[in-house]
């Protein structure tokens, strides 16, 4: 059986994190903010200079730049790179665009209707490859090999035209392929295989129509016109995972607009059937599906803008999950992301803070609890 875990009250300058638990609060030294940039909007993990230990990028809206922290392995970074990108950049995606086995990157610059591309140079720096203009309001990007020929390829949302995009990959440079029509204001695409067949699907969650458009991949590049699954209000990240253990995706999406999370279980054709709702916090946005017990059940991580609370649901081998106490950050935490920062063998996240236009690393406990990683681990080298 799961326990329920320790809590925390962290208190700092002004920063508040606290955690309702069972025995009460204990006061703990407050976490670290690493810069970012005004108006951080998104975050992408991966090791992009092949040390073994997990790195962040950060697109900076306000500031026109995409911000690359290379992790110390600590729960700190050793190094903060940014990177100049056309205006409004609100997205970042990763993947190996030109097939040299270093990881590059992409934003989408939804100010400029334009994206950004970088190559990795395999040390954690990055060069600038091109701009694609013409995009039209870029709102988020989902790397994918569309047409299976072992190439990453990029949909694209563009929210002004309320279409997905896609761009096939020609050796590391793009060509605008097939466009598929979803519903008004599209917002954010997550890449899936409702099916299992094995091709790449897209999920694109709609403000103005409330659903979720699923377009099932052919694996020659096109895709089906978009079928549509009604959400709650305003729908923000979707996590993927098999919530009941029967070999079919899952998901979860969260509802700014009815403050819950919305769970649906696949039925292995690519059609979805709602399933339950987490009651959440106010306005939540960001979420990841993810292991934090170690148990081979998948978890829900949830922040909320409004209220500021970062929660932790845990699953079991039936669909259902179960709420951990809330932790309380009094910060507008836009979106996070899990990994293993400090190489311990446990969950840690990281969340990008549009309060302080920063990161704030949190280390986890393999139980379901999170508390700030020490101010020593966490300065740069």
Known sequence: MRRLSSAFLLCSAGLLFTVISVSGLQQLEGPNHEPTGRVPHAIAVGDF???????????????????????NGKGGFAA???????????????????????LDLVTANTGAG?????????????????DFPDIHGPASA???????????????????DSRVVILENQGGRFKVGATYDVGRAPHI?????LNADGIPDLIVGTFARHMLAVLLGKGDGTFTKAGETPVGRFPHY??????????RQDLAVVSAGEDA???????????????????????????????VYGDGFADLIVSTRSSGELAVFLGDDKGTFRALPVIKTNQDIIALAPGDFDRDGKL?????SASYNSVVMLRGDGKGGFAPFPAANAQKM
């Open 261 to 291: 999370i919305f769970l649906f279980e696949g039925d292995g054709t690519g059609a979805l059937r709602k399933s339950g709702m987490l009651p959440t916090g106010a306005n939540p946005h960001g979420l990841t599906a993810t292991d």
């Open 238 to 247: 979707v996590a993927l995972g098999d919530w009941n253990r029967d070999g």
């Open 189 to 193: 695409v997550t890449k899936a295989d």
């Open 348 to 352: 840690d996240l990281a969340l990008v």
């Open 49 to 71: 200079n092949s040390d073994g230990i997990p790195d962040i990028a950060v697109p900076a809206a306000a500031e026109r730049k995409v911000t690359v922290l290379i992790g």
């Open 142 to 160: 989902a790397a994918l090999d569309a047409n299976r020929d072992g190439k990453p390829d990029l949909a694209v949302v563009q929210a002004r």
């Open 80 to 102: 903060n790179h940014s990177y100049p990108t056309g205006m409004g950049p609100s997205w970042v995606e990763i993947s190996d665009w030109n097939g040299d086995g270093k």
């Open 114 to 130: 334009s994206l950004t591309f970088y190559l990795g140079d395999g040390s954690g720096k990055f060069t600038r490859a091109e």
